[in-house]
């Protein structure tokens, strides 16, 4: 939940932030300290764990625990908006890759992020090979989801054909469990505004990459 003065402060952050977007998205690199989509990692893993099975049409989705992974997490399917080459589009297409990193980070099974990034991508890189991580034998996540705030865009076209979109968000602590119990607590349920560079390519957007902008305080 965003407090009525994470809002004003991110508001002041975005009016910042909107002009200089398109000359800071080559040269800004992820924070490692943010959670969501941006650990610094230089390559993908060939996989992370195992992903969950299929829900079937009547199961009942329940979040992770201390007690147990989480269990029939519905995939989140694309809004045909987001398929659309616009403003609004890019916008849609926000939303639902940063819905497809909560799929992951309650799963661990990165392929259908993977399906709609670039291959260069080093955050969305990053994200994987830690969920490999976390999710490697018995472990499991439990807190991590992602929530979004709002999404802005003036559909700048970058010299490199990207079109950008800044997100705020904040993420809940990440919370790494085994047989054991916990094994550790990832981040402090901290705001970041990211930028989300968008390509357009064979009728669909992809994140082509995920820059850190700010980590509000």
Known sequence: MFS?????????V???????????ACSDSPDPGAN???????SASETASSPSPSPSPSATYKPASADGPAENVPLPVMPEEAKVESKEGLIAFARHWYEVANYAYQTGDVEPMK?????????????????????EGDKWLAGS???IDSIASEYAQTETGERQALIMFAQVPI???????????????????QLL?????????IAYDIVTMKKLP
């Open 145 to 147: 989801l992602i929530d």
């Open 115 to 135: 399906a709609i990034s670039g291959p260069d991508c080093t955050a969305c890189n990053g994200v994987y090979s830690a969920l490999e991580r976390w999710y």
């Open 14 to 24: 975005f009016l910042s932030l909107a002009g200089v977007a398109a000359l800071s």
């Open 36 to 42: 969501a989509a941006q650990s610094p990692s230089a």
């Open 197 to 205: 560079n968008g390509r357009y390519e064979d009728g669909s957007w």
């Open 175 to 193: 919370q790494s469990y085994g047989p054991e119990g916990l094994i550790d607590t990832t981040g402090e349920g901290d705001t970041y505004v």
């Open 4 to 12: 009525l003065a994470d809002r004003r402060r991110a508001a002041a």
